[in-house]
């Protein structure tokens, strides 16, 4: 019966759907988190990292820390009753993305062209 | 359960028997918390544009204080630590709302007030302690972008132990009638949103200075 309910109904997030086991999922999320966060902290701080590196590792640590918020507590799950608020979040996702990296790429890409060549300094009066 | 059977999700293969257009509408509870999950996207593309433009204007210091120079990263992690433990909390709040326990609310509500409190209050005294020091928001666009995301964020928290606060009141005046546990359950769904949007504030904003 519980099954057959959810399922057709589509579920909102954020709903569980046993109470029991949901204690344990907030536990699990929220020991990874922590360790999740005391990792990047870490490899910030520790300087055992090889230097150039970190900022990549930092960026996979923060994608996998939120990826445990939205599964532990936001309880998104990839199955067919999610599917409206998978959707939603893909399209979240992908706008966050194009606001983000398209606006670092284009103020990149000005800041290099806007560089005072040589030939551009002698056209100056 | 025929007559629950609803909505215009689709994929579902429990409902390939009756068609779309015969179904019903949604559940309240499942509209209302589909457009909240909506809104805190809508939140986040904000929250995007903020990053982006710190991302930009990240190293435009004019000669001012660098993020290096003037954050502390341990007191960043206890404001990290604060900010995790009340979305852990918050959890329980929502568990002790599905099961209708009232005084579990108010103990869960009470601790998640206090953290997000804490660290409210740690980030306001960071902010002071910056502008004490000459390192305003107008001194340079570095710290003008780094005032507008971390404040704006700040801000959200805010609002949200207003929101916390608010629903207590509701708890204790209209008890826990379906629109009160709604407004709960969403308030939940915006705190766990607000912990996400400050994991990547702390790692691009405090850890990324280094």
Same mark, same amino acid.
């Given at each position: 019966?519980?099954?057959?309910?959810?399922?057709?109904?589509?579920?909102?997030?954020?709903?569980?759907?046993?109470?029991?086991?949901?204690?344990?999922?907030?536990?699990?999320?929220?020991?990874?988190?922590?360790?999740?966060?005391?990792?990047?902290?870490?490899?910030?701080?520790?300087?055992?990292?090889?230097?150039?590196?970190?900022?990549?590792?930092?960026?996979?640590?923060?994608?996998?820390?939120?990826?445990?918020?939205?599964?532990?507590?936001?309880?998104?799950?990839?199955?067919?009753?999610?599917?409206?608020?998978?959707?939603?979040?893909?399209f979240g996702v992908f706008v966050v993305g194009l606001v983000v990296f398209g606006s670092m790429l284009i103020m990149a890409n000005l800041n290099a062209n806007m560089m005072p060549t040589p030939a551009s300094m002698q056209m100056q009066p | 359960m025929i007559a629950a059977v609803a909505s215009g999700t689709p994929g579902e293969e429990d409902a390939g028997d009756i068609p779309l257009s015969q179904r019903g509408p949604a559940s309240t509870e499942i509209v209302a918390r589909f457009g909240f999950w909506l809104f805190l996207l809508s939140d986040i593309v904000i929250f995007a544009a903020l990053f982006a433009a710190y991302a930009v204007l990240a190293k435009e210091? #004019? @000669?001012?204080?660098?993020?290096?120079? &003037?954050?502390?990263?341990?007191?960043?992690?206890? !404001?990290?630590?604060?900010?995790? =433990?009340?979305?852990?909390?918050?959890?329980?709040?929502?568990?002790?709302?599905?099961?209708?326990?009232?005084?579990?609310?108010?103990?869960? #509500? @009470?601790?998640?007030?206090?953290?997000? &409190?804490?660290?409210?209050?740690?980030?306001?005294? !960071?902010?002071?302690?910056?502008? =004490?020091?000459?390192?305003?928001?107008?001194?340079?666009?570095?710290?003008?972008?780094?005032?507008t995301l971390v404040g704006t964020h700040g801000l959200h928290v805010t609002v949200g132990l207003c929101w916390l606060a608010v629903m207590a009141a509701q708890v204790a005046t209209l008890g826990l009638r379906p629109m009160v546990m709604r407004r709960l359950l969403c308030f939940g769904l915006f705190w766990h949103a607000l912990d996400i949007v400050w994991i990547g504030v702390f790692t691009i904003v405090y850890l990324g200075a280094g």
């Open positions: 019966m519980e099954e057959q309910d959810a399922a057709p109904q589509g579920r909102a997030p954020g709903r569980h759907r046993d109470g029991s086991r949901s204690v344990k999922t907030y536990l699990i999320g929220l020991g990874l988190a922590a360790i999740l966060t005391l990792a990047s902290f870490w490899a910030a701080q520790s300087g055992l990292v090889y230097g150039p590196a970190v900022p990549i590792l930092l960026a996979a640590l923060a994608v996998g820390q939120m990826g445990v918020h939205l599964v532990f507590f936001l309880h998104i799950s990839s199955g067919p009753e999610d599917t409206n608020n998978i959707l939603a979040l893909a | 210091t #004019a @000669g001012g204080p660098s993020g290096a120079q &003037l954050f502390d990263r341990t007191y960043t992690l206890i !404001e990290t630590a604060c900010l995790l =433990a009340s979305s852990f909390t918050c959890g329980m709040m929502s568990l002790a709302v599905e099961r209708r326990q009232g005084l579990a609310i108010y103990l869960w #509500a @009470g601790i998640t007030f206090a953290l997000g &409190l804490a660290f409210v209050l740690m980030e306001f005294f !960071e902010f002071l302690g910056m502008v =004490a020091q000459g390192a305003g928001p107008t001194h340079s666009a570095f710290l003008s972008a780094f005032f």
